[in-house]
């Protein structure tokens, strides 16, 4: 299976995105704090569609749960439920 692998400066990117908006924020534009905040969610989903279809192309938990710097158990925990067959 050929594995894929992300642009280093593209995940960049979107760090220093997320980080300038936290500076902008903080700078005192109050209003912009629920966005920032909704962001987090995003993030959430992002990383459950990545599992997900990482899954799907037949990565193992093992392997999933190494390159996030957590067991396998944590895995599958957290994101296990999103598995077809399984439920929540």
Avoid: C, K
């Avoid at 220093?16 to 987090?40: C, H, K, N």
């Amino acid at each position: 299976m050929p594995r894929v692998v992300e642009n280093d400066a593209f995940a960049a990117f979107g760090r220093r995105i997320i980080a300038a908006a936290g500076r902008r924020v903080g700078s005192g534009d109050v209003d912009a704090l629920p966005d920032l905040a909704a962001l987090s969610a995003t993030v959430d989903d992002a990383l459950a569609a990545a599992v997900t279809g990482l899954r799907r192309a037949g990565y193992s938990w093992s392997e999933i749960a190494a390159r996030l710097g957590i067991t396998r158990q944590a895995a599958h925990q957290r994101w296990g439920h999103l598995e077809p067959g399984t439920s929540a």
